[in-house]
């Protein structure tokens, strides 16, 4: 179990957020929605923030459930029964359809378990020593680079050597970057969206000094240092603010917890 989870999330414009926080007394999940490209067909008749909810929605049943699964077994059902409430209204095989990047951390039985998918990183802070950055960047390594075209998106989206997130393929899950950390090594876990780290990626943060400012003065702080920088200097590239997320799980001293 966590001693203590707290969060916050802001909008990055007057549009919906398209990023959901939900964790209950030992998980936590953070979602991040990709935006729709502006006159792009998505083959859908749901936005982003329908498919966010409803994978969130799947994957917080689980965790709440108590389930013991591993993540990615977890977050396979998620998409297959988030897919599954299109109802067959939605083109699934459209390579425009919503996705999400997906991070969850689960705290079980001495052991901190996490999962990343998409550029959401789980930070992990240690009792000693250096924090360990959990990081899926095979979207910033896709041919060419930046910028990408559209075209190059759809064809890399959930495919071999390209980058992964969650849509409509369970299979997805199975590439996640996972991994589980012994609970007592460490004294808690932050989890972000990439409206979060622009402070690493863009300002020259580091993950260290998003860790002090999150535990000293909690996670709007850091959503405030983000828009405070975007103000001032400007996005390196895209949207000048960015939906962003940003969470904290304090484990118990000592944390040798076992399920209930």
């Known amino acids: 179990m966590f001693a203590e989870i707290t969060y916050a999330t802001r909008p990055g414009s007057g549009r919906p957020n398209e990023d959901l926080v939900v964790a209950g007394p030992s998980w936590i999940v953070v979602l991040d929605g990709a935006t729709a490209a502006r006159g792009v067909d998505s083959g859908c008749v749901h936005d982003v923030a329908w498919l966010v909810g409803r994978l969130g929605g799947a994957l917080a049943a689980s965790l709440a459930a108590?389930?013991?699964?591993?993540?990615?077994?977890?977050?396979?059902?998620?998409?297959?029964?988030?897919?599954?409430?299109?109802?067959?209204?939605?083109?699934?095989?459209?390579p425009d359809s919503p996705s999400a990047t997906v991070a969850v951390v689960r705290a079980r039985a001495g052991r901190v378990d996490h999962l990343v998918l998409g550029d959401s990183p789980v930070v992990l802070a240690p009792r000693g020593g250096d924090v360990r950055v959990v990081a899926d960047d095979r979207l910033e390594r896709l041919p060419g680079g930046r910028p990408?075209?559209?075209?190059?998106?759809?064809?890399?989206?959930?495919?071999?050597?390209?980058?992964?997130?969650?849509?409509?393929?369970?299979?997805?899950?199975?590439?996640?970057?996972?991994g589980t950390t012994d609970a007592a090594a460490l004294r808690g876990v932050g989890v972000f969206t990439d409206g979060v780290s622009r402070l690493v990626d863009w300002y020259g943060w580091?993950?260290?000094?998003?860790?002090?400012?999150?535990?000293?003065?909690?996670?709007?702080?850091?959503?405030?240092?983000?828009?405070?920088l975007e103000s001032s200097s400007g996005p390196a590239r895209g949207k000048r603010h960015d939906d962003a997320t940003a969470a904290w799980g304090r484990l118990q001293d000592g944390c040798l917890s076992r399920p209930a």
């Open 66 to 94: 108590g389930a013991d699964a591993p993540l990615t077994e977890i977050l396979a059902h998620a998409i297959a029964r988030t897919a599954r409430a299109h109802e067959g209204a939605c083109d699934l095989g459209n």
């Open 148 to 178: 990408y075209s559209l075209e190059l998106v759809r064809r890399m989206r959930n495919a071999p050597g390209g980058f992964w997130v969650a849509a409509a393929r369970p299979e997805a899950a199975h590439q996640a970057v996972t």
């Open 206 to 228: 580091s993950w260290a000094s998003v860790l002090a400012l999150l535990e000293g003065s909690g996670p709007a702080a850091v959503i405030e240092a983000v828009r405070g």
